[in-house]
Every structure is written in C-alpha cells, then in structure tokens.
C-alpha cells in the first residue's frame, strides 16, 4: 500500500445524498402492497402490574379488525437479542404474559384493515390489571427490599456470578493510602432518545412460501436470526430487506418490529405493517441508559493518578437488550486514555421500572468520557494544574497497559491534544510540545 | 447579572469495533461484462455514507475509477453474511472484506488479460480509469469491460472473488476484566467557547473546535460530516435533551418534538476540526471507525467551560438553566 492512493481520501458524493435533500429517496415504510394490513399495540398504561385479564370482545367488533395477537400465539414468546451471541438469561416477552414491568410494554398486538381502525381497536381492549409497586432509581433497585424487576430475585444482570462487571488492575487501595490526594466526584445522567427523523419500522410481505420484510434495521441478520427465533422457523424462510435507514443512532439495532409483523403476516396471510409512532419511538423504543457514575482517584502532589477507583450504575429499564454488553465496554474504557498503574472498576447493569435502554452511538463510553473528563478538570484544579498540562501529564502512550490488560499500540492522545492546541492556539510548553505517543524508555511504567 | 464567558476542554479516546461475540463481516466482488464491479454486502448504510467508502476501498483496491463500482447491499436473499452497523465497525470490518474480496477478483481479471496479451500477469496494470494494459506499451490496452466478456464468452471464467474479515471472539475473565474487545482507538481532543447568562442561567455554546485522529479518512467530507452532526449531538445531550425531565422520576416523559428539546440551527455554534491521518495497522488503509465517538468529547468540554465561565461545576446532565441558576445561588455569599 506505498503507491499513492487515486480513490481513498477523495470526497467523492455520498451516494444517497442527492435523494436524500430531494425528498426522492424511498424508507423502508414508504412501500405499499395490496391488501396490506396495519399492526398497532396494546400497551401497559402502568410501570409495574400483573395482567389478571384481556378482554377483546368491543375491539373484535370494530370495522376493519382483523384479528389479534396475544403471548399465546407467539411460539417462542421470548425477545433476548444478545442471545444470538450466548448472553443469558432468556428475560423479554414479544407480548406480555403475566405481568408488566414498564409503562408501554406491548401486551396485545391489533391487525386492522386500516391505521384507524387498528387504533380504535386498540383503544377497546379492555386491561385488568394490579399495580405494583415500582423502582425507578437505580441504588434505590439495589436496596433490600426493593421491589423486584426480573424473575431471579435481584436487580442486577449477573456477569458470571458477579452481579457487575470487573476490572481489577494493581491495588487500588494501597495506591490510595501513599496518595497526596484524593479526589472524588459523583455524575449522573438522565436517559436520552435516539430521536432519528424515521420512526422504527417495517413490512412483512407472505410471498410464495415465505416471508420477505423490507426493515430499517441497523443490522439485518441480527432482525433475520431473532425473528427465526421467535417465530421458530428456519431462517431461510426469512428474506429481509433494508438499506436505507433515516437515523439510526444504535436505536434500530433492536429487532422489536420485526418478529411481531412477520408472525402477524403469517396468521393473516396478507402483508403486515407495524410502524412505530413518534411516540412510541420517544416513550417506548429503547433510549440510552441514564448512568451514576462514582469516581475516586489516588492523586500525587505533581498531578499523576496512581490510582483510579470507578463505581458504575447504568440504569437497563425493565429488560436488558444490548445493555449488559455496554457495561463490559464501559468497563474497558472507564479509566479513560490515561496511564493509571492502579485501577478497579465495578460496572452495574441495572434494572428498574423504567422503558428499555439498549445500544446507543457511544454504548457504554459517551457518559464515562463526560464523567472522566470534568474529574480530569477537578483533578487538574486540585493540584494547581491547568486542564491541558494534567492530561499531557497522564496521557497514555503505546506499550502502556491498559486496565483491561490489553497493551496500547495505537495510541495518539498526545498527537491529537497538540493538534488541537495548534487549531485553538493554545501555548504549549516545550516539553508538551515534544511529547510523542512512542513507547516509553523501559516499557510500561508498572506500579509506579 | 452578566453574561459570562468560559472555555474548557476534553481529551478521549474511542475504540472501534466490539468482538465479545466473534465479529465477522463478508463481502463478494464480481465483474459484469459491461464493465462494473459489483460489491454485494449485506451491510445497511445508515445514512453516514457507508455504500460510498466502500465504493471507494473496492475501487482503490481493483484499480478502476470510482464509477465504475456498484455496491449493493442489504438484502439476505444476496449478500453474504454480516453483523450490522454499529460499534463504529462498519469500515473497518466491510473494508477489511471488501479488500480480500477484490484483490481475488483483481487478479481474477489479470490473468486473463495476461492471457490475452499473451504477457506476464506482473506486466500487466490497471490505469485507475478503466483500462488494462502491458505496462509500458500503451498500444497494448484494452478496457475492463472487453476484458471483462472475453473471460464470459473467449475464455469461460469468471471475474469475482470472495473475502472475509473477522475479528476472533474474546472471553472477558469475570475476576479481572481481562479482554482484548476492540481493533484500534481513535482520539479526540475538544475546546468548546460557552457564554452563560447568570439571568437566565441560559448556556449559548460559541464554538466547538476539535482535533480528531482517525487512522486513514477514505472521504474526508464523510468525516467532516461525522465531526459536525456529533458536536451538535453532544451539545444538545450536554444541555437539552432527556426523556426524564424530572429524572429520576419517570412523569412527563415527552411525545414528540414540540416536548423533546434540541437545538436549532439558530443554536448551532461555529464548529472546526483539524484531522490527523495516523493509519491503524489493522483497518483498510489503516481507518479507524469515527462513527460514534463525535459526540463524546464536546459534552465534557461544555461542561468544563461552563464551570470556567461561572464558577458551577455541574455533575449531572443535561445541563438545564435551572441546575445553572442553583449553582450560582449556592456561590453567593
């Protein structure tokens, strides 16, 4: 690769863009087919009940109702879209069966002739059910006594009998207790919403046998694989279609559309689209999960972090999806880019009353790197440096180990900060400005 | 009451990919004899351009013009088997396969040119236009797509090839977090500029400047493009967005826009970046993924500068006027 490149590095246009600013570009949900029927849910108006009743009787007799989907026509009632990779537990329900863990959650899915008639039927279902008392905090849902979200008796996703996931590098403590100073902080974070301008959805098409479904998912084989899951079939009887998606953010890498719309073609017979409104996407889609991120550092009287203590809370709402797995990749970036010879970090996936969190653009890193980078500042304040001068000071370079033990040889933070220094015309002193991201003389620094 | 002028910074790093289930991505590359090639994926664009570096790594690598390549993705039924878009991997993964495959159908393609020619396979280029040719004697040349229906209907063989990329899986050890889970890491330093009425407790961010060092830019106006729509994610998650307004608390959730707030173009500060190229040794070309990590840095960056203009440093997000105005309240004597 030392001949000069021709293609790579050119801005050539993105082949959508034309399309897209035209309004020409066409969605997976702006298809339509004859006889095509319309998906809309029944949803928990309460954050935690157990369903005693379903009554369908008005509903059946609105015009243009199709028919309904409740848990029991659902083959294998159980959505757990990590388990395509070996995570368990099996936790989610398609369509509730005894009991609701978070206001939204889908207990009854309504096909009608019409958008309008699915939603009249949806409002003539008839709910019985008990409120529960429900937890919304995540050190609240850890508390004896809280009450209880999933079905083994705890709020924590268990990583291989821990209930967190762990990094343990060095000793913490003893660094802590040779430490000239302690700096500690507490961050929070409230959930956010992938807000893309396209709303999750998809058709489901019977076609000579199987079913083809246009989709805007982010990933179609994870949508194909969960589907033939949930609805036991074989994959190959599957054939999904994307390619354009209007926002995705890590929002549509949730396969929640599509298992129910292609069941629901395969009852009917006839092409099934489920679409989600803007409010279903605002209070029912995964969001990102809100985080209370705990940080303690052993600091010494020059500024270098000896020692680097994180406590972490990720708040997973009623079930888990994608989020256990954001925890372990919080856990191997929760130190930051720093070289810290002393590290422990205990990651909590925690689950609560509140809507679903999954995958969002930064998974697991977007809220350590907010939390880690105002302590970065405190740290720097405490010390009597400035903002720039504590990170040239602890900045990692090539041939560190890194917390999770994986060793640094990609490192360029000490590139990068002078860059940006140059853009901003920030001074550097010489020795910053000499600084590179080679391997250190003697390799990794060890317990300093 | 004043407006009041702070900046502050924030360095970070952001890895790309995520293999703790194995991370595989495949890619087939064949010629048509009207004298495209045609990549086939099942990889979804997510808007970010995804189709067009792709085009551009199948082109550099079979040495044809950019136009000359046709991606199609996203369909089960013909493309073969891929993860997803997500975890910044989608370059860096697709790209890794998308090269296997076309350095197979490459030579594929110059052997029967060689054949042709009656040369040697290593005396035989590709002029980046669509042309072949026996290097050094331009009279020798012959467009990819004769060369292409010679191999259909001359020589009965096919131009194509098939490649492959995947990152192994790797166990996390419960007691220590050992792990190996990403390819590379990409950095990030950002200077944000925010001025902060102490009326209000309202937050206008001037200016988010950024370095980025991203390993290799295939399309410099793509990652530009990451860089600006993520510092206006990362402002709007630093000081507007929830759908917990009174979190932890879960009343009053929003519906829709009008609820839901993000900042308009009126809000929108002056955005810059330079971008270092310091190419990885396992991306094609040496890319690093930049997809999420553009709205990480200016949230903190924010964050600091407004503690820099006022005093308050806040700790939780997003940053609403009203966190702004108690913490000024708490500094008064």
Known sequence: MTAPLEVVGRSVERSDAVGHVTGRTRFAADRAFPGMLHLKMVRSPLHHARVRGIDLSEAERVPGFVRALTAADVPHNRYTILSLIGVEPEEEFVLAEDRVRFKGEAIVAIVAETEEAAMEAVAKVRLDLDELPAVFDVEEALKPGAPIVTHWGNNTFMYEGHPCRRVRLGDVEAAFARADHIVEGVYNSSPIEHAPLETTGCIAVPEGGRFTVYTNTQALYFSLDNTSIILQVPGNRLHFIGGTVGGGFGGKVDVIVEPIATLAAMKTGRPVRFVYSRSEEMQVSSTRSAWRIYLKDGVTADGRIIARKVTSYADSGAYSRQTPYALTKHAANAAGPYAIPNVSIDAYCVYTNRQPTSAMRGFGVTMASFALEVQMDRIAETVGLDPWSIRFLNAYRNGDMKPHRKLADDATLIETMQAAAALVGHELTAEQQAMTSAPRAGGDPGGR | ?333
């Open chain 2, 1 to 333: 009451m004043a407006k009041l002028r702070g900046t502050g910074m924030a360095a970070v790093n952001y890895p790309t990919g995520m293999n703790l289930g194995g991370d595989p991505s495949q890619a087939l590359v064949h010629a048509t004899t009207s004298g495209s090639f045609v990549v086939t994926l099942s990889a979804t664009d997510l808007g970010q351009g995804l189709r067009t570096v792709i085009g551009q790594i199948a082109a550099e690598t079979l040495g044809v013009a950019y136009d000359q390549v046709v991606v199609d993705t996203a369909d089960t039924d013909t493309g073969p088997h891929d993860m997803g878009t997500f975890a910044s991997r989608a370059t860096h993964r697709v790209g890794n396969a998308v090269i296997a495959a076309a350095v197979e159908a490459r030579k594929a393609l110059l052997d029967v040119a060689a054949e042709e020619f009656e040369a040697s396979v290593d005396e035989i280029e590709l002029d980046g236009h669509g042309n072949l040719m026996v290097r050094g004697v331009p009279a020798r040349s012959m467009p990819v797509a004769e060369v292409a229906s010679m191999a259909q209907f001359k020589y009965g063989r096919t131009i194509a090839g098939r490649g492959s990329f995947m990152k192994p899986r790797s166990e996390v050890d419960p007691e220590t977090g050992a792990m190996d889970p990403d390819s590379t890491e990409a950095h990030a330093c950002t200077v944000a500029e925010v001025e902060v009425d102490t009326e209000t407790g309202e937050v206008t961010v001037l200016s988010i400047r950024s370095a980025y060092e991203v390993g290799r830019q295939v399309n410099p106006a793509l990652v530009q493009g990451q860089i600006t729509g993520g510092a206006w994610m990362g402002m709007s998650h630093a000081l507007y967005e929830t759908t917990a307004p009174y979190y932890p608390a879960p009343d009053h959730s929003p519906r829709d826009f009008s609820e839901y707030l993000m900042p308009g173009p009126l809000e929108l500060p002056e955005i810059d970046c330079v971008v270092l190229e310091m190419p990885s040794s396992n991306g094609p070309y040496g890319v690093k993924g930049i997809g999420e990590m553009t709205a990480n840095s200016p949230i903190p960056a924010i964050v600091n500068a407004i503690y820099h203009a006022t005093g308050v440093r806040i700790d939780s997000l997003p940053v609403t006027p009203e966190k702004i105005l108690r913490g000024l309240d708490a500094r008064r004597p």
